[in-house]
């Protein structure tokens, strides 16, 4: 019979490459990750590792198991915390991952009510912004992800994140419009809005990766392409950067928020662009209560925030 802790055993050797590194990252000893691969080399019947050199490699039979695992150990987790939930034992463990204005926006007042209303269950939160931190729901290595997506704008065009989600369970939070920023001197600092054509000839900082692409085809919608002269993943650096009058800006409301932006003014812009922020998890994990009270604090947090 192959045991859930043998297959975790065989993500982290396939996922550092040596018996040694897994032993590091699981915690254990180096002979005890070496006795649990026998162990489940032998339930398999067949061999799951090729040793070379100091290095390991996934053999077919090791790949289909590691390719099965995320979802066999979440559909375990589940299983251990409903069951705990149904046996009446009040508690819970959550792992979220959020994008940063989100952790610092949302996320304290979310899990501020959720150990109010459950002092037993127990969060823990780390930081990435999709798509990586979907890859970490998928990969069992988080139960909730706070993420966020872009509408289409273009007709016909699919939102961006929309296909890449379909096999997760979508919770909606709230809409969350860009503005735009620039330096309190610039010419138009004191406009009701601005239409994004009206920043053709600007220097722009833009944000990370999902951000700065949804950047450009907004630009390029308005019949201009931006001359991008920084980038950067840190919010308070593009509004610092901003504020000193190197370029503008066009940021999520809850980034700002999140940042007090001295020396730069915000503008409504025009057409309205906005990201969806979402909460997802997967399906067996959305039947978890405690997961399942992460993701109704993350959408009433919205109302209050």
């Given amino acids: 019979m192959i045991e859930a802790r043998h297959l975790r055993v065989l993500r982290a050797v396939a996922a550092t490459g040596s ?33 070379t050199g100091r290095e390991m490699r996934l053999t077919e039979a090791g790949e289909v198991l590691v390719r099965h695992a995320s979802g066999i150990l979440a559909g375990l987790t589940a299983a251990e915390e409903e069951v705990a939930a149904i046996a009446g034992l009040r508690a819970g463990r959550v792992r979220l991952v959020s994008f940063p204005s989100g952790s610092s926006t949302l996320v304290p007042t979310a899990l501020a009510a959720l150990r109010a209303a459950h002092p037993g269950t127990r969060v823990s939160l780390v930081e990435a912004e999709p798509p990586r931190s979907i890859e970490m729901l998928r990969e069992g290595d988080c139960d909730v992800a706070l993420a966020f997506r872009y509408g289409g704008g273009t007709p016909g065009r699919q939102a961006d994140g929309q296909a890449e989600w379909d096999d997760l369970v ?48 907004v630009c390029e919608e308005a019949g201009f392409t931006p001359r991008i002269d920084f980038a950067t993943d840190d919010y308070p650096a593009v509004v610092g950067l901003v504020g000193a009058g190197l370029g503008v800006a066009v940021l999520p409301e809850l980034a700002i928020e999140s940042v007090r932006p001295r020396g730069a003014r915000t503008v409504a812009v025009e057409p309205a662009v906005e990201r969806e922020i979402v909460a997802l998890t997967l399906p067996d994990l959305a039947k978890v209560p405690a997961v399942a009270a992460t993701l109704d604090e993350l959408t009433r947090a919205a109302t209050r925030a």
Wanted: charged fraction near 20%.
């Fill in 19 to 51: 018996f040694s590194a897994a032993a590091r990252e699981l915690g254990c000893t180096q002979p005890a990750v070496s006795q649990q691969m026998k162990a489940l080399e032998g339930s398999a019947g067949t061999p799951l590792l090729i040793r």
């Fill in 170 to 217: 979508v919770r909606p939070i709230l809409a969350d419009r860009l503005v735009g920023l620039v330096p309190e001197g610039h010419r138009l600092a004191g406009a009701g809005s601005v239409g994004m054509a009206e920043l053709a000839e600007e220097s722009w900082i833009a944000g990370c990766p999902r951000c700065r692409r949804q950047l450009v085809d």
